[in-house]
């Protein structure tokens, strides 16, 4: 196996060599041809200086990212993933560094110490010459901070987990020491937990839509819904581990902009079922549209008063007046039925749809039961 890697690495030498002397070439030629130089030899030199150190830093960031999909997200144990690097996309990776302007620092003294020996790159690499710790850390940080520019194939990768194996991708940011489910007691810390895999998500190239979908699967939090949440919101009245879904919203993670008749296309049809609906106020008609998105024994938690005309003809006046208690595909929860609002609703602001606020204590909540 090690006569192998050594064969690989003079091709990797080669092939590095010849991108690193084309891009040279093309900036030198870029800025020689765009600014009156002198020198330009000079100016090759210092060209030379700044980008070589970058082709390394690009070669060792993909390598470490490599180790920790294999490693972290597709548990394969760490002496097995150094015998599946691509270390042709590690040098393509090179290349792109010197494009992007990847900050050489970035790549960490530990993975440089672990990657090379006197400046050069080593002709292998094994489990016991890189540090776990160094890799698993360093990467941690840029996952987090960085938005990673280059990287194709291996960045590609590690976005099919994530959109195809949300679990996976949670269980290797655990491993990362990214997340701490475990740690989840309370709002708090979930929200803190969300923002970081909006981050990270955000930072590999996922979109809002993918980001979402995502963090619905990933079972760390409830689906809640703030149905007909807020015109010209991006998220949701309630807090930010709900998700506004209002026809006037601002599309985004936390927010769907549509009508409440497609609502399945963002739940059901997804393999996606909510714990919690909360319709304040409601401005249409909407449970036949959402009965199929939301679990066995989820709620629907609605709000209003009598001079809302949805409220008060759909609800209200069935339950009070007609005594129904089975509305299509759920039931009131009696006990859940009173003046006013729930706890976590307190000190929000209820306003009609012309702009006047509404006093809480004229408002009514009925809980619904999905059966």
Known sequence: MENILQHKFLSLSVITGILISILIIFFTQKKCNNKKIDNPALFTQETIKKKIPQATAGFVIDGSLQLVIYNCFQNISWEKSFEKLDYYQMSFSAGEAMVNNIIV??????????????????????????????????????????????????????????????????????????????????????????????????????NDVEIR???????????????MGGVSRNDSKIGKLWVNYDLNAINGVNAIKDDVKNFDKYFARKGIFIDEVVVANPRAQFLKFIEKSVKQGGRVIVIGNTTNPFFHKHIFRKYFNQKQTIFGKFKVSESKVYRGVPEFMKNIKFQKVEGQNIKIETLKTITLIKI
Not at 213 to 227: A, E, T
């Open 105 to 206: 620092s970035a790549a960490g003294s530990c993975l440089i110490d672990g990657f090379t020996k006197n400046g050069k790159i080593k002709e292998t690499l094994t489990a016991a010459n890189v540090s776990k710790d160094c890799v698993i850390g360093t990467i941690s940080a840029l996952l987090v901070q960085t938005a990673f520019k280059g990287f194709g194939k291996t960045l590609k990768k590690l976005k099919n987990i994530a959109i195809n194996t949300p679990s996976k991708f949670i269980n290797g940011l655990t491993k990362l020491g990214i997340l701490r489910p475990k740690m989840l007691v309370n709002d708090i810390a979930k929200i803190e937990s969300k923002e970081k895999i909006i981050k990270v998500c955000s930072n590999i190239g996922l």
């Open 213 to 227: 979908n995502l963090i619905f699967k990933s079972k760390l939090f409830l689906v809640k819904v703030d149905l």
